[in-house]
């Protein structure tokens, strides 16, 4: 694929696929030129300390761009994207350079403000603890910026954290609806992102080899895991199921940075109290009930008669010990959401009391239902207690449909029918088998030795259509109510300015995108939003910015508004920062906001303190 421009002015050529991904080299001032005059942008050239035009400060430096390599049915969408990306950047005026970088690094450099890149190819996708709004609101947080805290831009707005917070603590849908949607509308106005679609998610099945069942409104995907008891093998006794290689990493399940994989271990080889059934309805599970108290501080939590895989009884106590042990961890397992609580009782063996410190909203509807419960027993005797980041227990002991019988890092688990779940009754087991990417799954699934791909781009749909044939293959798309986007970093270079944001947000020609990355079957994202028209919070149009009506891209209005700031562009189209641009990071790199003083929702340690 393109691997962006050196930065040398003798770089003029692009490389352009068509909707077949055939590729041809053209002249890029000859691209750029069919724009309009008042449009092109040359290629950029080398930063440097001296202004540019009269007027004009220096010019911007190359945009670097990284994407996630290896991650199967997202890495297509963003290597597919990247060209794109990159015309926008060109026709902009400024240049562009590309780096491939598996997920997790990409991840934590960005959690930590780290500043190995100016946008990044994100997503984040549907899943059953992401439907509440809290999971959206919180990632963007000031105190989550630069402190490993998960928000990925280092977006800090005091005005925004205060209203996110304030939404987690009313108890009150209507009223909590009001304050969510305040606080998406002062996110959108910042735009410390730029969404492209939601992130709709396809898969394939043999249904040839399967009998397929009511996979309801969730479907069968990649973030569903309790779709695959709803998917039976026919002639033999196993599911075989591809994934990606973060469910084999580590039997300690809660340091796993991935939801997708840790809700298999929360969902199947162990189960929540309660959890969202196929069409995202909150049902109980190891639950015999829950009573809220009026004030909605106490929440108390009788347990079902059932057993873990080794026939102990679940116990009050090992609800106890699943809650603490995670909330206590909350900076190791970064899948796993801050509780404000005071204390977790036990009343007898089979009823709980939570107190918390301050209502929270979100308990009951994103925590409870992606809380596994675990055999305190074992993961005590394990190390659990001295070591939570580094413990890893030679047997699990689960309390979930299924029961963990083989584990092999990095290659594959195999999980066995539980019959002791007062739920679900699975008859037959699964191999949750690990790929690096979808092309090496193809080949087991086309020869029939893979049953199920919870996570495609949409040319493997077409292939195993052309290939295997309808009789053979049943296609899936789930909608996604979050997006895919560019994570742009707020804190340095470029895209720390909100007009160099809304410009690229502007001039994105997302129907390119659509068509080469989805053959035409995902709508595009013209608003500022995370949460989606698709999500029970979705932000509605009116408190939401919309950066054009064409989803082809408007770069007129882009150069506007870059314009319109300040920023200029030298006679061969190279983009300068205004004159009295401050080019200084918003905090100095290997430091967080709390640092710098000015934020006053952050005390020094950038721990959140209210305004």
Known sequence: MPQGNSGSASTNTVEVRDF???????????????????????LAGCVGDD?????????????????????????EFMEDTVPILQDTLDALGMDSEVQAVDYATNAEANDLDERTNHISLATMTTGMGRL????????????????????????????????????????????????????????????????????DIFGLIRDDLVEIGDLGAAGL?????????EVEPMDEDTLISARTVDITQTRNFNVIANNFAVDVWNMLIHSPLTTYDLDYELQNTLAESIEVSED???????????????????TAEDVRFSFEHRWDNVGLFPEVTSVPYDTVGVIDERTVNIILDEVF?????????????MHRESWIEAG??????????????????????????????????????????????????????????????????LHVMPDVD???????????????????????????????????????????RLAIGMALDREAIMEQAFRGLVEPELYCRGMLETHPWGTPEDQALQFTDDPSGDIEGARSVLSEAGFGWDDDGNLYYPSDADLDPAWPEGEHPGSTGEYECLNEDSEYVGS
Not at 51 to 75: K, R
Not at 297 to 314: C, M, S
Not at 409 to 434: K, N, T
Not at 435 to 443: G, I, K, Q
């Open 20 to 42: 077949d991904g055939n590729q041809s080299t053209v002249n890029r001032r000859k691209v750029l030129a069919s724009i309009g005059a008042g449009a092109v942008a040359g």
């Open 51 to 75: 202004d540019g035009p009269e007027g004009l400060g220096p010019q911007v430096e190359p945009v670097e761009i990284a994407w996630w390599s290896g991650f199967a049915g997202i890495s």
């Open 132 to 199: 509440d709004p809290n999971y959206f609101a919180d990632t963007w947080t000031a105190d989550l910026a630069a402190t490993s805290g998960g928000n990925p831009v280092s977006y800090v707005s005091c005005e925004y954290t205060d209203l996110a917070r304030e939404g987690a603590q009313i108890a009150d849908e209507e009223e909590r609806a009001e304050v969510i949607n305040e606080s998406q509308a002062v996110l959108s106005e910042n735009v410390p992102f730029v969404p492209i679609s939601g992130r």
């Open 221 to 229: 995907t990649v973030a569903n895991p309790l779709a695959y008891l």
């Open 296 to 314: 909605g501080l106490e929440i108390q939590v009788e347990i079902q008669d059932a057993t873990f895989h080794n026939g102990d009884p679940i």
């Open 361 to 373: 909203a979100p308990l009951l509807p994103q925590v409870l239902p992606t809380t596994g419960i």
């Open 384 to 449: 659990a207690e001295e070591n939570p980041e580094e413990v890893e227990p030679d047997e699990v002991i689960g309390s979930g449909p299924f029961a963990l019988e083989e584990f092999q890092r990095g290659e594959f688990l195999r999980i066995e029918p539980h019959d002791g779940h007062p739920i679900y009754s699975p008859d037959y087991s699964i191999i949750m088998q690990a790929f690096e990417d979808n092309t090496s799954a193809y080949r087991e699934f086309e020869d029939g030795n």
């Open 458 to 500: 949409t040319g493997l749909l077409s292939r195993a259509a052309s290939e295997l044939g309808e009789d053979s293959v049943e296609e899936t798309n789930t909608n996604g109510n979050l997006p895919y986007y560019l994570a742009t970093q707020n804190s340095f270079g470029p895209t720390k300015f909100r007009a160099v």
